[in-house]
T-cell receptor, first 114, second 110 residues
Framework: AQSVAQPEDQVNVAEGNPLTVKCTYSVSGNPYLFWYVQYPNRGLQFLLKYITGDNLVKGSYGFEAEFNKSQTSFHLKKPSALVSDSALYFCAVRDQTGANNLFFGTGTRLTVIP | DTAVSQTPKYLVTQMGNDKSIKCEQNLGHDTMYWYKQDSKKFLKIMFSYNNKELIINETVPNRFSPKSPDKAHLNLHINSLELGDSAVYFC?????????FGSGTRLTVV
């Protein structure tokens, strides 16, 4: 069975500093990995995905993620955090049994401190 | 145009009632989904559906039933609502590796 883990419930970072939100995955075979962001009382917004190819994936709003097969990780990063990046971030992996749905991690709340 | 739209956005109802949440996508996607986000913000898949197959998460009570009148719609019907059904429900659609989510329906059972 596939799954993702987000080990940190909360990440605090000062504005202008680099940020990292961690995600590790467990799948058999090649994973399809995703990052979504949820702002308060809003839906899920797509940030980026890894399907194949370059391990460094660039996405929306200046975010990027690095796929690391040996460490089974897909950490989300941004070089310089903005206060407006404060939100709930979800890592997800696609189901490999045929249903094609996404399995989500438990989410990480990012707070960027001015 | 909203790609995946859900109605209503908010729904407050009494225990024991039956209610439906509608979802429509205008992306031409083959597959649609319903997710539940609980009070701890955990997101869990409830149903996956395309025009050939319905896949149900085994943990979903049979009081919940998806209904798809056509490829662009997947409505969620809930019978005999319980307090524990209070949550935010998200509809989504996908084609290939592209997934789009609706803005959610906040259901409150009182």
């Amino acid at each position: 069975a596939q799954s993702v883990a987000q080990p940190e419930d909360q990440v605090n970072v000062a504005e202008g500093n680099p940020l990292t939100v961690k995600c590790t995955y467990s799948v058999s075979g090649n994973p399809y990995l995703f990052w979504y962001v949820q702002y308060p009382n809003r839906g899920l917004q797509f940030l980026l995905k890894y399907i194949t190819g370059d391990n460094l994936v660039k996405g929306s709003y200046g975010f990027e993620a690095e796929f690391n097969k040996s460490q089974t990780s897909f950490h989300l990063k941004k070089p310089s955090a903005l206060v407006s990046d404060s939100a709930l971030y979800f890592c997800a992996v696609r189901d490999q049994t045929g249903a094609n749905n996404l399995f989500f991690g438990t989410g990480t709340r990012l707070t960027v401190i001015p | 145009d909203t790609a995946v739209s859900q109605t209503p956005k908010y729904l407050v109802t009494q225990m024991g009632n039956d209610k439906s949440i509608k979802c429509e996508q205008n992306l031409g996607h083959d597959t649609m989904y319903w997710y539940k986000q609980d009070s701890k913000k955990f997101l869990k898949i409830m149903f996956s559906y395309n025009n050939k197959e319905l896949i149900i998460n085994e943990t979903v009570p049979n009081r919940f039933s998806p209904k798809s009148p056509d490829k662009a719609h997947l409505n969620l019907h809930i019978n005999s609502l319980e307090l524990g059904d209070s949550a935010v429900y998200f509809c989504a659609s996908s084609q290939g590796s592209g997934y789009t989510f609706g803005s959610g329906t906040r259901l409150t059972v009182v």
